[in-house]
């Protein structure tokens, strides 16, 4: 199965700024899967990258609060933007093995945010 | 819409216990059914994944089971140890959902030595 490196693992940010989170695969893969995961709660789909267009997002979630970069087969960024402490959660991408005949999901290591 | 269920919420035994948890979901029209391991402030670990046309998976201490027609899937855990606390999420990817992986709310382990 894929290998996803996510950085920065965690952040402490103030309110009304942005923190962009990076995640690399060391595979291509066509899709990318941002989740969010608030305190105490399972993982919510932010929005689907698929590289050469742009995001599919879930309802809740905006481009403007969310931008996301997709430049290539490998590689895809998540910007939180404008943030404020109820932004403050785990972050993590995703990537689905079906090109590789692995049919399950791998995830990166996460990126835990805390807005002060 | 499909929606995952996860029983216990939490769930904490002495080590060496065997234990089940369970994962129900409603809609049985799924490509496949994967386990998680989640370790506090981290990102997941996949245990086990079961396609829609397996009936289980087994890993080491681990087995899962799966049965569509009831919507339902079970972890197994072996000869439990305290390195095995940590929270569990079962998640399903089904046919009218894009493929997208549809998330229980999770089992906290807790194997007290």
């Known amino acids: 199965s894929a290998v996803i490196s996510q950085k920065p693992s965690r952040d402490i940010c103030q309110r009304g700024t942005s923190l962009t989170i990076q995640c690399q695969v060391d595979?291509?893969?066509?899709?990318m899967f941002w989740y969010r995961q608030q305190p105490g709660q399972s993982l919510t789909l932010i929005a689907t990258?698929?590289?050469?267009?742009?995001?599919?997002?879930e309802s809740g979630f905006v481009i403007d609060k969310f931008p996301i970069s997709r430049p290539n087969l490998t590689f895809s960024t998540l910007t939180v933007s404008n943030m404020s402490p109820e932004d403050s959660s785990i972050y993590l991408c995703?990537?689905?093995?079906?090109?590789?005949?692995?049919?399950?999901?791998?995830f990166g290591s996460g990126t835990r945010l805390t807005v002060v | 819409k499909q929606e995952v269920t996860q029983i216990p919420a939490a769930l904490s035994v002495p080590e060496g216990e065997n234990l089940v948890l369970n994962c129900s979901f409603t809609?049985?029209?799924?490509?496949?059914l994967q386990w998680f391991r989640q370790d506090p402030g981290k990102g997941l670990t996949s245990l086990l994944l079961?396609?829609?046309?397996?009936r289980e998976q087994t890993s080491g201490r681990l087995n899962a089971s799966l049965d569509k027609s009831s919507g339902r899937s079970t972890l197994y855990i072996a000869a439990s140890q305290p390195g095995d606390s940590a929270t569990y999420l079962c998640?399903?990817?089904?046919?009218?959902?894009?493929?997208?992986?549809?998330f229980g709310q999770g089992t906290e382990l807790s194997v007290k030595p």
């Open positions: 995703s990537v689905d093995g079906w090109a590789s005949g692995n049919y399950g999901y791998t």
């Open positions: 595979s291509q893969v066509t899709m």
């Open positions: 990258a698929n590289q050469g267009s742009e995001a599919t997002y």
């Open positions: 809609d049985s029209a799924i490509y496949n």
């Open positions: 079961i396609q829609s046309s397996q």
């Open positions: 998640a399903v990817t089904s046919d009218n959902q894009g493929g997208k992986l549809i």
